[in-house]
């Protein structure tokens, strides 16, 4: 049977669903194709994910994919430098893709619209675009990252990090302004962005959690194949990430030493593709495997003994915590990378110091822990089909139910 036509806009291809953003990005998709037909845009950044291309015809009635090479789009982004604007606009723009899109909209009179973070609301942004509901998932205050990144610089790239924060303010306000609903990834982001924005734009900004895919994640799933190696601390996430980088060398400079300490024959695993080359350097380092893109990170987590998220730089919800959880490990996490979640049990330990964290690590490889209470509470308050309940109905006339 035919349904409404949606416009699906997004700055990565939203398979396969291997990283956060992705994960989310797939999941909206989905959800959204159960009640509309999808015309979804996007950008190809990998090359690895081309294989998965055809997979996106389960959910959308045409879709147009662009390689985007890196290294172009950073020359790109130069020009924002000359327009004043936010450096990912210049880098995230495609006369293609927008040609294409004007094209989708007339042909198919197109009045729904979702936008998948703030770079691509350039493409139905404006007076010509009035007329359509649009709806963008900024998943979480870009702009406030870019803030605490430019903490760690000095000089010239200090001040570059400082103005990408305020243009992408800006840009994240002017859109929250101009279109009907905003969405982030937690109440606890939605708030934050409240903050810079007027009374009314409040209105129609909410939070939306993310899910995690249980039956996925699973630790009775006999489709996980066991780890080959003996894994003690295992590290999941895409290492090409400057927040997951980080991450891993503070962890690695700080923390890991002083577990080695107490336990010299432990290992820690850190899980991802595209390992940048700060992060290659470390393997084979006490006691350090990084593996590279694997094709199923979940043998890896079931082999751990406890998996650590130390974030030093992070907005959002962290799918690597969900993760975890839902297949009933034990987590050492920093304060900032369990924001949002709101569970609280003894397989969950909140440390923000090397010391503390380690200490935290040293006692889970001491005592074999399963953590239960943690899956079952995913499985209680976290599931992608409550999570996203609320979507689709967001493109109707009423008035959206903000929490």
């Known amino acids: 049977m035919k349904k409404e036509p949606l416009l699906f806009l997004c700055h990565r291809i939203p398979f396969p669903p291997n990283k956060g953003d992705k994960i989310r990005s797939f999941n909206m998709l989905k959800a959204l194709s159960q009640s509309f037909d999808i015309y979804l845009a996007c950008f190809v950044d990998d090359p690895f994910d081309w294989q998965y291309a055809d997979k996106l015809d389960n959910y959308c009635q045409q879709k147009l994919l662009i390689k985007q090479n890196k290294t172009v789009s950073k020359i790109k982004g130069l020009q924002a430098f000359i327009s004043g604007e936010a450096i990912s606009v210049p880098y995230y723009y495609s006369r293609r893709m927008a040609k294409w899109t004007n094209d989708i909209i007339a042909a198919h009179k197109i009045k729904q619209v979702f936008v998948y973070s703030s ?8 007076e010509n675009y009035s007329e359509l509901n649009r709806i963008i998932d900024f998943v979480d205050v870009d702009s406030d990252k ?32 101009e279109f009907q609903h905003s969405l982030f990834v937690s109440p606890q982001e939605a708030n934050l962005f409240k903050q810079q ?34 894994i003690d601390v295992v590290f999941t996430g ?57 094709q199923d990170v979940r043998p890896y987590i079931k082999s751990a003994k406890v998996v650590v998220a130390p974030l030093q730089i992070a907005r959002g919800l962290q799918n690597k915590v969900l993760e975890a959880m839902s ?29 503390d964290f380690s200490q935290q690590v040293i006692d889970y490889l001491n005592h074999s822990t399963c953590a239960d209470n943690s ?19 967001l493109f109707k006339d009423d008035e959206l139910d903000v929490n």
């Open 119 to 126: 770079s691509m609301a350039q493409y139905v942004a404006g």
């Open 197 to 230: 924005v007027s009374e009314s734009v409040r209105l129609k900004v909410s939070g939306m959690l993310n899910g995690v895919d249980t039956a996925f994640f699973d630790p009775q799933n006999p489709d996980i194949q066991s780890a080959e190696e003996n």
């Open 146 to 177: 870019w803030n605490q990144y430019s903490e760690g610089k000095t000089g010239l790239a200090r001040w570059v990090y400082k103005r990408e924060w305020r243009k992408l303010q800006s840009l994240e306000n002017k859109i929250a302004e």
């Open 327 to 355: 297949m009933a490990k034990p987590v050492v996490a920093t304060s900032m990378a369990i924001e949002g979640i709101e569970a609280r049990n003894e397989e969950i330990k909140i440390c923000d110091n090397a010391q």
């Open 238 to 294: 895409a290492m090409d990430y400057w927040a997951n980088i980080d991450a891993v060398i503070w962890f690695s400079e700080k923390v890991w030493p002083l577990v080695k300490a107490s336990y010299p024959k432990a290992s820690f695993f850190v899980v991802g593709g595209n390992p940048s080359s700060q992060i290659k350097a470390l393997d084979g380092q006490l006691g350090i495997k990084v593996t590279g893109r694997v």
């Open 375 to 393: 899956r079952t509470w995913i499985l209680e308050n976290l599931q992608w089909q409550s999570s996203l309940s609320r979507l689709p109905s």
